[in-house]
């Protein structure tokens, strides 16, 4: 079963240190977004790739958040010099086109101690 | 501005009971899609219907149904006859066409707590 995988599935990291969360889209899907679930939020839009593109990052903070999508490997959420705020839960989705539809991963909780 | 409004903070309902889920939403362009999401208290999002701006015919499936109105900007949800199971946080989400870029992004309402008791 092909499906949107992202580990880790909880990842802890102690403040000032760096969180790389990683997705791999359904096979064939070229196509990653990552949304950001704040606790008693909604989920809000982050960045949107293709591969070896960002096509939209409107919704990535300006600093210490990045994101990639090589030619071969998963997409990877980096957050360096991580904050308390930054616990939340992070979910990735792929999709084959744009107006196709999404496939969601099973998120990663990050927590910050 | 908020382009999907769930007013609906908590729904409580007794096993059996039909719960409606309100979902209003707001935009420009004539091509968009309408999206709802289940997200069970295990955390994963759940895609339950995609419905885009030129159809809206309602749709039933199985104990879930959609009313889709554009005359009002709302897509709502039904549970006929809830279970426990269905005790979860119902997103509903909104894709614009807008630019080229902009297509795929979604825009998530804030979501509804439904609680099912037995």
């Known amino acids: 079963n092909a499906g949107v995988m992202q580990n880790p599935r909880h990842l802890v990291r102690r403040r000032g240190q760096e969180a790389r969360l990683r997705c791999s889209p359904v096979k064939g899907h070229s196509h990653v977004y990552w949304y950001r679930q704040l606790p008693e939020e909604g989920l809000k839009f982050m960045v949107y790739l293709q591969k070896e593109n960002i096509i939209d990052e409107s919704g990535m903070p300006k600093e210490r958040f990045s994101a990639e999508f090589p030619k071969e490997g998963p997409s990877i959420l980096r957050i360096q010099q991580v904050v308390r705020g930054d616990s939340a839960a992070y979910f990735c989705a792929s999709s084959r086109d744009k107006s196709y539809g999404y496939t969601f991963g099973s998120g990663t909780r990050l927590t910050v101690v | 501005a908020q382009k999907v409004t769930q007013a609906q903070t908590e729904i409580s309902v007794v096993e059996k009971e039909d719960v409606t889920l309100d979902c209003v939403y707001e935009t420009r362009d004539t091509t968009y899609y309408l999206f709802w999401y289940k997200q069970p208290p295990s955390g994963e999002l759940v895609f339950l219907i995609r419905?885009?701006?030129?159809?809206?015919q309602n749709e039933i499936s199985g104990r879930y149904s959609w009313n889709f109105q554009k005359s009002t900007s709302s897509f709502n949800f039904t549970i006929t006859a809830s279970q426990v199971v269905d005790s979860a946080v119902y997103f509903c989400a909104l894709s614009e066409a807008g630019t080229t870029d902009s297509w795929g992004k979604l825009q998530f309402g804030a979501g509804t707590q439904v609680v099912v008791t037995p």
């Open positions: 419905r885009n701006s030129f159809d809206e």
